[in-house]
């Protein structure tokens, strides 16, 4: 009689829940934005002298695929820098929260993320910002990629200096495969 008594009290509460708790979340316009980065990409650019790699040119193959849900993308990279081989895991996202992008990746280098870049997103500019330690120094850097159609965008990666100005580590283009 008790486990009959508590089975109905559990269908009750599923009954009287409220309909939110039964419907799982469906991504919105913000997170739709993301699909743009989904597929494959070739990737070109170059990187100038830093404290934290060599000058040169870089290419990578970039492969960008929906997480499941459809909140976040993941991205793998393969290519060849000044360093060599290069493999990296990328990931965007959304925070509705704090309404800026996300995005956290780890690489095959040294350097490491410490704090994940967010920034917005202002017509076809996607911007990120960070603040994070590198060795024993706070570094702020920004991240800019610019969509210049459906197959193609430019990015830019600076930091600033002890100085305020802003430098260019790298730069390139990312062309639809």
């Keep these: 009689m008790r486990t009959r ?3 109905a009290a559990f269908v009750l509460s599923l009954l009287l829940a409220p309909r939110a708790w039964a419907e799982a979340p469906k991504p919105g316009p913000e997170h739709e934005r993301l699909g743009y980065f989904v597929g494959k990409w070739k990737v070109e650019g170059t990187t ?19 997480f499941e849900g459809k909140f976040a993308v993941v ?3 393969k290519g060849k820098g000044p360093m060599g081989p290069t493999r990296g895991l990328g990931i965007m996202g959304y925070s509705a929260a704090e309404k800026v992008y996300l995005y956290y990746g780890v690489e095959n280098s040294p350097m490491a993320m410490t704090t994940v870049p967010r920034g917005p997103v202002e017509g076809d500019t996607w911007t990120y910002h960070d603040e994070s330690k590198m060795g ?3 570094v702020k850097s920004r991240y800019v990629m610019k969509q210049l159609d459906k197959k193609s965008y430019t990015f830019k990666w600076e930091i600033q200096g002890p100085d305020g100005q802003w430098k260019t580590v790298s730069e390139g283009k990312s062309t639809r495969s």
């Design 136 to 138: 024993d120094q706070v």
């Design 5 to 7: 008594q508590l089975a």
């Design 48 to 66: 100038a002298e830093n404290p934290f790699m060599p000058s040169g040119k870089f290419t990578s193959a970039d492969t960008c695929e929906w």
């Design 75 to 77: 991205c793998r990279s």
